[in-house]
């Protein structure tokens, strides 16, 4: 039986608005694979429907392409929080803040980020530089934000909001390499994804209430 001539079409000839993001996401699995260095234009092209072609008309070259990607991934995971910031309090912004940061830090998503900047990001200083503008950067301008609103408002105490900031991506980034690499770390003891957030939250929020608040109880086992 001959089957309708669009139906062997590429998927972008039908979706061309959907290219770009398609590309991205091909172009995210195929560094995840294979790294940055030994990632080949042509596979992400062909893991995408596209020609390498193609590509060039939306990302001049793989470092440009690979910009996008980052800004696609953390970029939009860093949007979902501001989204859902301007609440009542700085206190539930900031637990709005820990929530996609975890969620994020959970996702199939953290450990390819981490890869390269642990592994390769050395090796491209502009990338590393643009990495640590845009992305840590940028977190830790929207929590020091927050911080800074609570400490007005006398919801926190006064401290650096730089320093307090820092300590807090750090405690999820540890965390989430633990999550993801249980190895490294036997005393997680079979924890549950809630009840690492709860430890997280329960001891930074203790550092950071005023000294006369009273101390929420843990419901951690």
Known sequence: ???????????WRRRPEERPRQILDAAFETFAEHGLASARLEDIARRAGVSKGTIYLY???KEDLFREVVRHTVGDAIDEVERRLAGPTAMDDLNSFMDAQWRFLCSSKFPPLQRWVHAELTAYPELANFYGQE???????LLRSILERGMERGEFRRMDPGAAARALIA?????GN???RPALCDSLDGRTDHQMLEEIRQFYLAAVRPA???????TLS
């Open 212 to 218: 006369s608040a009273s101390a929420t109880p843990s």
């Open 171 to 175: 405690l999820f980034v540890t965390y």
């Open 178 to 180: 633990w999550r993801h």
């Open 1 to 11: 039986m001959v089957q309708p001539e669009f139906a062997h079409e590429p998927r």
């Open 59 to 61: 990302y001049p070259s």
């Open 135 to 141: 992305v840590l950067g940028r977190g830790r301008r």
